[in-house]
């Protein structure tokens, strides 16, 4: 608990001190009509043209998340330690129970999410 409460104290001093070296690049793939099929590869897309001049982290993680809730955790991510500033990575559709209220969260500098969209079997 200390330490979650220590993180998000540096976390908003960060923000409030440093706003210009946060990034959060819109993710541009995949869409609210994109459509996984399990087990298929799946290129996740973001726009890294407003990239700021230096990015604080530059190690993207990327996490599932299902009906605004993150799937399997960070312990589990679709993709670990690409570059952020690449603007894409290419992932494989886990096993999951398909929905249509999936998301895709790019977690680096700072997080930002997709549009829901399908996963089907
Ligand atoms: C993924 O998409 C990006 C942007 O369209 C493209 O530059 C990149 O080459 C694609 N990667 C693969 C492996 O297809």
Redesign the pocket.
Known sequence: MFSKVAILSVFVSLVAGAALDVWAPPITSPTAASVWPIGSTQ?V?WDTSNKPAQVTNPNGLLVLSKDGLLDDGRSNPLAANFPLTQ??V?VTVPEVTPGNDYAVVLIGDSGNDSPQFSIIA
Do not use: K, P, S
Request: aromatic share 20%.
């Open positions: 290129n897309t603007g894409w290419l």
